[in-house]
């Protein structure tokens, strides 16, 4: 197919090449169509026989292709590559050289079936995943008894139970039982994860050691495994910039070439040179000008790499944003929840003139009734030393700033240091300490007992395991980093400084971080935005490209940004962007490649310096390569 369409029958098979109906058609005319030339050229078959041979093998290995062009020529109004090659064969076949019309329709036949071919493996490796997940379900009943039901059946609310070993039929939540599954088909991440009551699980997931009883989020066709295959189809046919003006330049300059191939016949005719000769020089223009390979150079590249990504948990969605990923010179990271696990953890306890025990039961009460994400931190770091509450009476919240309890009798006071700056509190003393640890990031909450100082509570939110090996792999490929955040300067520095992160902007609001983007952009090139896909909306939409981190399950965050990376790894950004540069790299190669075979061939064709059966050779030769090496762009290390 000369534009790189996926015909339906492409689109759903998985079997052996061979009985592609494409690749059969066109190897079965060519052992027709080899063995009468062979036979011929020994003397043992008659020519007119050999003839007849060719004759049938046009058809065979021909049928396919032409049967596009004519509807793209007589449904659409468009002259296509197919147009060109019908017209070639139909030429040659006029002028007698059958065995170069036969040559022309078994060669092109066969790179156009094996571009289709190669189109739909990539399908079928994503649509296969869909056979990870079972096609039926043990669901609970109302009375507790189990029953095999289709998968396609179960809506939000019913319960099923999965056993040690077997894959989930679709979305859910864990209603009791732990286990560690493995989300490789979501999440491409093979390394099981813990669940335990409560938590999301996705379709396909294989599951470990423990029996579990699940309650159904989304139905089959909704499920996070469905949508991915989905999103990674449709992003496939869409095209970026580069592959639209190839296009549009077909969709010229193939006209273009069939006009002066009828030039070439009519003017020496009208001017009383010989028609076969010129007939036969329109014939070989028409087979070597004929711009295949580069129509084909960056579909196959695009498409290969989506496919190739996909598979690996990241949602590329479209061949626009594959180019992106190609150019990208640096990329921007929201701190919280991105660059950092989103939950605040107590790092150090400094209790002055009262025990550890007594000063973390007295803040665990005067914060055990906040969401704020530090009152948690407080409150768990008491949990998991195994000390309870303070009975906390008299509460009131001082906004933004902390709280007041009375404990015991006594008031007690929890804030930053602002308040009880504010507040002309004696903590004179302890400002050098609270500064230090301010400058490693981290957030001070000071207790007071009455009017005295009581305690200092550092917390801090902890990067990501890997963050500084992405930050790290990031800087090999050439690309800049930079951390956007909402925190102050002191703790945004502090944790760009540990993760070796180029450029800090801290202190930022929803709109700020879009201004911020925008400015790294013009400071250093294209940029590549990275958060968690509903509160970074904004800056994701405004970057050269935006990519939504653990992504899997969130519809807000799979419909959010142009890439969503569907695992909490940060490793995943790199390997998006190497996956970008290599089809950007293969594509380049392609269409250099392929405008120098028809720079080449043109003149030979026009000045008689080639024949038809040359032309067909180096014209389908190109096309195959330009295929095989399209379909390197969905091959990288994963490393």
């Excluded at 197919?82 to 066969?110: C, F, H, P, S």
């Excluded at 790294?520 to 990275?530: D, I, K």
Aim: include cysteine.
């Amino acid at each position: 197919m000369g534009h790189g369409e996926l015909s339906e029958k492409a689109a759903g098979f998985s079997g052996p090449w061979w009985k592609f109906p494409p690749l059969r058609n066109a190897l079965v005319a060519g052992v027709l169509a080899g063995t009468a030339f062979l036979l011929e050229i020994l003397g043992v078959l008659p020519e007119t026989v050999a003839m007849w041979a060719y004759i049938v093998a046009i058809p065979v290995g021909g049928a396919h292709w032409m049967r596009e062009g004519a509807e793209e020529l007589f449904k659409h109004g468009e002259v296509g590559i197919e147009v060109l090659m019908i017209a070639a064969t139909g030429g040659a076949a006029i002028l007698g050289m059958w065995d170069e019309a036969a040559a022309l329709v078994v060669l092109y036949g066969a790179a156009e079936g094996l571009e289709e071919f190669t189109y739909a493996r990539t399908r079928t490796a994503i649509r296969a995943l869909l056979d990870l997940a079972p096609k039926e379900a043990r669901v609970l009943s109302a009375s507790g008894e189990e029953k095999m039901v289709p998968a396609a059946s179960l809506k939000p609310g019913d319960r099923f139970v999965v056993r040690p070993g077997e894959s989930l039929p679709t979305d859910g939540k864990i209603v009791q039982g732990q286990s560690s599954l493995n989300e490789s088909p979501v999440t491409g991440e093979s390394v099981p994860v813990d669940k335990n009551p409560g938590d999301a699980v996705f379709a396909a997931s294989i599951n470990g050691e423990g029996a579990l009883t699940i309650e159904v989020t989304k139905a089959f066709a909704d499920n996070t495994l469905s949508r991915i295959i989905h999103m990674v189809e449709t992003a496939q046919e869409e095209k970026g910039r580069a592959q639209k003006w190839i296009e549009r330049f077909g969709k010229r300059y193939t006209p273009a070439v069939l006009i002066a191939a009828v030039l070439m016949i009519c003017v020496p005719w009208l001017m009383g040179l010989p028609l076969e000769f010129w007939a036969r020089r329109a014939v070989v223009l028409l087979v070597a000008a004929a711009p295949c390979a580069l129509i084909m150079s960056l579909p196959m590249a695009m498409a290969a790499g989506i496919g190739a990504a996909g598979r690996r948990g990241i949602l590329i969605k479209g061949g626009a944003h594959l180019e992106h990923l190609g150019i990208i010179k640096v990329v921007a990271f929201d701190k919280t929840g991105t660059l950092t696990a989103g939950k605040p953890v107590v790092t150090e306890v400094i209790p002055l003139g009262i025990e550890e025990r007594a000063l973390l039961a007295a803040a665990a009460g005067l914060e055990h009734n906040s969401q704020h994400p530090l009152a948690r931190a407080i409150v768990d770091a008491a949990k998991e030393r195994g000390i309870a509450p303070a009975s906390a009476q008299d509460f009131r919240s001082l906004t933004g700033a902390g709280a007041q309890a009375v404990i015991e009798g006594v008031q007690w006071t929890v804030g930053s240091p602002k308040l009880f700056a504010e507040r002309g509190s004696a903590m004179a003393t302890h400002e050098a300490r609270i500064a230090e640890l301010q400058s490693h990031g981290k957030t001070v909450v000071l207790l007071a007992l009455g009017n005295e100082l009581r305690g200092l509570i550092a917390i801090q939110d902890q990067p990501r395991p890997e963050a500084k090996a992405a930050i790290a792999k990031l800087h090999s490929l050439g690309v800049k980093t930079a951390m956007l955040t909402g925190d102050n300067r002191r703790t945004g520095e502090a944790i760009a400084r540990s993760l070796g992160i180029d450029d800090v902007r801290a202190e930022l609001k929803p709109d700020d971080k879009v201004a911020a983007v925008k400015l790294l952009h013009t400071q250093y090139g294209p940029a590549l935005m990275v958060g968690d896909g509903v509160n970074d909306a904004p800056a994701l939409a405004s970057a050269t490209c935006g990519a939504a981190m653990g992504a899997a399950g969130t519809d807000a965050a799979l419909e959010a940004a142009d890439v969503a990376l569907m695992k909490d790894d940060l490793m995943k950004v790199a390997e998006a962007l190497a996956r970008g540069k290599k089809a950007r790299q293969v594509s380049q190669q392609n269409i250099v490649f392929s405008i120098a075979v028809l720079v080449a061939m043109i003149p030979l064709a026009v000045f008689g310096v080639i024949g038809v059966a040359v032309a067909v050779m180096v014209h389908e030769a190109a096309e195959l390569l330009a295929v095989a090496n399209g379909a390197r762009a969905g091959r990288i290390s994963a490393d």
